[in-house]
Antibody, heavy 121, light 107 residues
Framework: EVQLVESGGALEQPGRSLRLSCTAS????????MSWFRQAPAKGLEWVGF??????????EYAASVKGRFSISRDDSKSVAYLQMNSLKTEDTAVYYC????????????WGQGTLVTVSS | EIVMTQSPATVSVSPGERATLSCRAS??????LAWYQQKPGQAPRLLIY???TRATGVPARFSGSGSGTEFTLTISSLQSEDFAVYYC?????????FGQGTKVEIK
């Protein structure tokens, strides 16, 4: 069974940093690209960023709203994807989800349960 | 950036009735469109990809259609478990973008 479990969400002050983890199981993690999404309170879904599998260079893409502040990495030996969040802003407050990109295209077939990040002084 | 617009924002439907949800893209996304269902406190769930292909385990009462800029999600006979928010997402070009969601509520 495919499972994605996010962790690391917390209350953090503006300007500080936080790292989220997404631990995967039930599939060959290294074969898949992974994305992070977020959902601010009572708002819709927003794509945050994406990391390709090593077979496709392990390169990343980011939304304009987080580019230069957030970075995504992966450790295929541990089946974990990370979201490093620097220079946090109050508008980064959201539930953050990791999700597995389909092997064949850009839709997302499995999602974690989410982890809450609150940025407030 | 491709802007996705969903309508209506809320639709009120009685159990057993049909619901039709629309999603419009600001430019063509071909058939690179997915639909997700989200219930309160839960993660999104993939329903439809490729504009019209049901994901594994999705009941046949859910169907998707369209291509280019106009898409529709139809729920043929609403069940109690279908009351939720539905989002469309384009994956034709970066950045991936979502519609703002349509809430399907009980009439």
């Amino acid at each position: 069974e495919v499972q994605l479990v996010e962790s690391g969400g917390a209350l953090e002050q503006p300007g500080r940093s936080l790292r989220l983890s997404c631990t995967a199981s039930g599939f060959t993690f290294g074969d898949y690209g992974m994305s992070w999404f977020r959902q601010a309170p009572a708002k819709g879904l927003e794509w945050v960023g994406f990391i390709r599998s090593k077979a496709y260079g392990g390169t990343t893409e980011y939304a304009a709203s987080v580019k230069g502040r957030f970075s995504i990495s992966r450790d295929d030996s541990k089946s974990v994807a990370y979201l490093q969040m620097n220079s946090l802003k109050t508008e980064d407050t959201a539930v953050y989800y990791c999700s597995r990109r389909s092997i064949s295209s850009g839709y997302y077939d499995y999602w974690g349960q989410g982890t809450l990040v609150t940025v407030s002084s | 950036e491709i802007v996705m617009t969903q309508s209506p924002a809320t639709v009120s439907v009685s159990p057993g009735e049909r619901a039709t949800l629309s999603c419009r893209a600001s430019q063509s996304v071909s058939s690179n469109l997915a639909w997700y269902q989200q219930k309160p406190g839960q993660a999104p769930r993939l329903l439809i990809y490729g504009a019209s292909t049901r994901a594994t385990g999705v009941p046949a009462r859910f169907s998707g259609s369209g291509s280019g800029t106009e898409f529709t999600l139809t729920i043929s006979s609403l069940q109690s478990e279908d009351f939720a928010v539905y989002y469309c997402q384009q994956y034709n070009s970066w950045p991936w973008t979502f519609g703002q969601g349509t809430k399907v509520e009980i009439k």
